[in-house]
């Protein structure tokens, strides 16, 4: 955002140069990137006077040169070598001494210098039109009609303004800054100086002459709409100091009544829109939105389709005039036939703005300031400004009174402030009377007080101050964040209170036990190609989330599983000679209910190729699911979950997998990828995938330490073989286990697994190994043994197992 300095001190008193302004705005949270010099010429025409030719010959060694003398003011006449054909005695004209850098309309900067030229001193120059940039014109030297002494700086001639512009790097929440009177607003709370606002006491109507109704049928998008006429008005081109006003910050001057509503504009941050009155159909206008794809031709003579939370300015039979707080229309615009001018000022929605301006793509001085958050209560201050400075410079008469359309006023936020969270964010005591007096000087002010707590009054422009924290750090800046000294030890404070589960602790928890079994992390965008699931017609919770400016159909929804996502990256680290991958991805999944939006966070594992790297050691083998099993199993261990039920599933992911699951709450799935999800990809072997609910596994998770006294009394091992059917499952035969004896089983597991040769058609063999132990005592030969009869008692009845003993 530009500022300009001169237009700045129209409102509040500054003594410091541009330099030192800028520190003092840099320290109020207003961080100024670059002050610079502006000129209405480049340059200046600093080192410029008017000069008198007193005398004009050829030069004696060159046909198309003069050799002339001219009066510069000085105690002596210049010799000065011309080249122009219309050079002669008597005249005044325009002479860039030695040392001056001239700026010329075209190409880059030069100095003048003293030189010879064919052998004849030239002490200067006598200057052309695009030679110090007034225009292009290069038909001969500058010819002045002036009685100004000789040495008169060209400066004064020509009226050059000159001016600073500071550029700050407004950030999105200091919408209230977004004009001269915003930023005079922040040097009044640091300095201590007062704000002169614009008069306009003076504005009354002429007259009632051209009424023009008008109707909001959204009052959402909408929250207050102001209006007003003016009539008999002259377009012309603007005063030389409204333009320089304009051109000081960057701004094209157009004509005056145009140039107006930018210069009110950023003035007080309120935007305005002019139309030509004569062109609104039936005298009324009307706020509404159209429906999705009706054509509107904008100013830049562009047909665009609108959506249908486009908010549009229309005329009395429906037909849309402007987008409304971003971009007019073709046909109602003020052109140089302008006659009669309904001026418009109104609050419009953040929300409606920004998607108009997103899916458009059209970002305006309007539009910015709307967008963010503009102050209500200005819009008919800005009307009555700008309609006293139009009668002003334009003519013409006020032929309405005010429409102002405000439903539903908003009011100032109340907020509560703790003493004890002033200081303790702040890092230092500050007194209240120094609080108070700081919070009215940033027009907050003190509804209520109480021992240990106060209430203050923030006025709706303020955007950004929500909460007790907001003006915690509003007090902070204007008080001076290098007034507060650095403790001897560093330190942080808050307000909320941080919940004992750190979300992000827990992710780089499991990230870290990953890693270390040789996992890496992958990020992968959360916009996804419906395609993958439309081919194979899957199904998930809810509707996919499309989205209404996709960039490309590869993005056109956000993803409902992270398994898509996660073969990309696959498939290219496979197509790239890296087939042994472990990757793992901490994303969130997305669909929409018939409540509202859903996003859940998922831990998403795939494992594919061989296990680990050919060395001369160990021979290598490809991954199973039950090396994804022993990492999922790893990862809900870290989690503290310990009752887990494993289920064989059918699933449309899976060539074929199990879910996990505790007190019949999913966990998350595990499993083989389906071939023809892989052949999509061009990935020719296998990839198996995990997906759990990683919201889960950190709300299970317990920061707290336990610790529990080592055992004094020895753990047993036993092993049994069995033979069962094939479709009984390990799960099967653990929960059959751990139901029989609960007491003294600590750990179970399979150490060896077969089928084929010597066993019957159908049939499979487990090796077991069993880890028994009681805490308060040492297990004797025949407990151990009753234990293990009680087992295989179980095994042999109930899943009909054939024990080898």
């Known amino acids: 955002m530009t500022i300009s300095y001169n237009w700045l001190k129209d409102y509040i008193d500054i003594a410091e140069n541009p330099e030192d302004l800028g520190k003092i705005l840099t320290a109020t949270g207003l961080e100024v990137e670059s002050v ?5 010429i480049k340059g200046g025409l600093n080192g410029l006077v008017v000069g008198e030719i007193l005398t004009c010959v050829k030069h004696p060694n060159a046909d198309k040169l003069s050799l002339t003398t001219v009066d510069v003011g ?3 006449s210049l010799s000065i070598v011309c080249g122009a054909a219309n050079v002669a005695a008597g005249q005044k004209v325009i002479v860039a001494l030695p040392g001056t850098t001239l700026h010329p309309t075209k190409g880059e900067p030069f ?3 003293a030189a010879n030229i064919r052998g004849e001193k030239s002490e200067g120059m006598i200057c052309a039109e695009d030679e110090i940039g007034l225009s292009d014109n290069h038909a001969g030297i500058i010819v002045l009609n002036t009685k100004a002494a000789n040495g008169t700086p060209a400066a004064e001639i020509f009226k050059v303004y000159s001016d600073y512009r500071i550029e700050i790097g407004l950030t999105p929440n200091r919408a209230d800054a977004a004009s001269h009177l915003g930023v005079a607003r922040d040097i009044k709370a640091a300095k201590k100086r007062e704000v002169r606002w614009p008069v306009v006491e003076s504005f009354k109507p002429d007259n009632n002459s051209l009424p023009i109704a008008v109707e909001v049928k959204n009052p959402e998008a909408c929250p207050r709409y102001s209006a007003l006429t003016i009539s008999g008005v002259t377009i012309t081109e603007s005063p030389e100091w409204l333009k320089n006003r304009l051109l000081a910050i960057g701004q094209t001057p157009i004509n005056n009544i145009v ?4 210069y009110v504009l950023h003035e007080t941050g309120q935007p305005l829109h002019a139309f030509d009155a004569d062109a609104i159909a039936g005298n009324k206008v009307l706020v509404q939105t159209l429906p999705a794809g009706t054509p509107f031709i904008t100013l830049d003579k562009k047909e665009r389709k609108l959506t249908a939370s486009d908010l549009m300015i229309c005329n009395a039979t429906g037909e849309a005039m402007c987008i409304g707080g971003v971009f007019g229309g073709i046909k109602s615009g003020i052109t140089n036939t302008t006659k009669n001018v309904f001026l418009e000022s109104a609050c419009f929605a953040p929300d409606f703005i920004r998607r108009t301006v997103m899916h458009h793509g059209l970002k305006t001085d309007a539009s910015f300031r709307f967008e963010r958050g503009t102050d209500p209560n200005i819009t008919v201050y800005a009307l009555k400004r700008a309609a006293l400075l139009i009668k002003e410079i334009a003519g013409g008469m006020i032929s309405s009174e005010p429409v102002d359309i405000y439903p539903k006023k908003i009011v100032n936020r109340q907020i509560v402030l703790k003493d004890k969270n002033i200081n303790r964010l702040i890092g230092k005591e500050i007194s209240r009377d120094e609080i108070f007096e700081i919070l009215n000087r940033l027009d907050i002010t003190i509804e209520s007080k109480a021992d240990d707590r106060f209430t203050v009054s923030v006025p709706p422009y303020r955007v950004d101050v929500l909460q007790e924290a907001d003006v915690i750090e509003e007090i902070l800046r204007i008080y001076g964040f290098d007034r507060v000294e650095l403790s001897p030890t560093a330190g942080s404070d808050f307000i909320a209170g941080f919940p004992v589960n750190d979300p992000n602790k827990f992710r780089r928890a499991i990230g870290e036990l990953l890693t270390a079994n040789g996992f890496f992390e992958i990020w992968t965008n959360s916009l996804t190609n419906a395609a993958y699931q439309h081919k194979h017609n899957l199904l998930f919770a809810g509707k996919p989330v499309e989205m209404l400016n996709k960039l490309s159909e590869e993005q056109g929804i956000l993803r409902q599983t992270l398994l898509f996502s996660g073969l990309e990256v696959c498939a290219y680290n ?7 991958l472990k990757l793992f991805e901490f994303g969130k999944i997305y669909h929409k209910a018939d409540s509202g939006y859903v996003e859940e966070e998922q831990l998403a594992l795939f494992l594919t190729g061989n296990l680990e790297a050919e060395n001369w050691q160990n021979k290598t083998r490809e ?14 261990n870290k989690s503290g979950l310990s009752v887990i039920e494993q289920e064989s599933i059918t699933d449309q992911l899976y060539e074929y997998g199990s879910k996990l699951s505790t007190n019949n709450t999913l966990i998350g799935k595990i499993g083989l990828v389906k071939s023809a999800f892989l052949k999509d990809f061009g990935i020719r072997q296998s990839v198996f995938y995990a997906e759990l609910n990683a919201a889960l596994l950190f709300k299970a998770a317990n920061p707290k330490l336990v610790v529990r006294e080592v055992p004094k009394f020895p753990e047993v091992r036993r092993d049994l073989s069995l033979v069962l059917d094939k479709q009984i499952s390990f799960e099967d035969v653990r929960k059959l286990i751990l139901a029989t004896e609960k007491q003294l089983i600590k750990e179970l597991f399979a150490f060896d697994v077969y ?7 159908g049939k499979k063999a487990y090796a077991l190994g069993f880890i028994l132990q009681d805490e308060t005592k040492t297990l004797t030969d ?5 234990t293990m009869n009680r087992l295989m008692a179980a095994l042999e009845s109930r899943l009909g197992a054939l024990i080898r003993k």
């Open 36 to 40: 610079e010099p502006f000129e209405t």
């Open 74 to 76: 000085q105690n002596r």
């Open 111 to 113: 100095t003048i210098k």
């Open 259 to 262: 140039d107006i509503t930018n």
């Open 574 to 580: 496979i197509n790239r000679k890296q087939k042994d």
């Open 623 to 636: 991954v199973t699911y039950h090396d994804l099993a022993q990492q999922v199993y790893q990862v809900i």
């Open 755 to 761: 089928e084929g040769k010597n066993l019957p058609e």
């Open 782 to 786: 025949q407990e151990i043994e009753t």
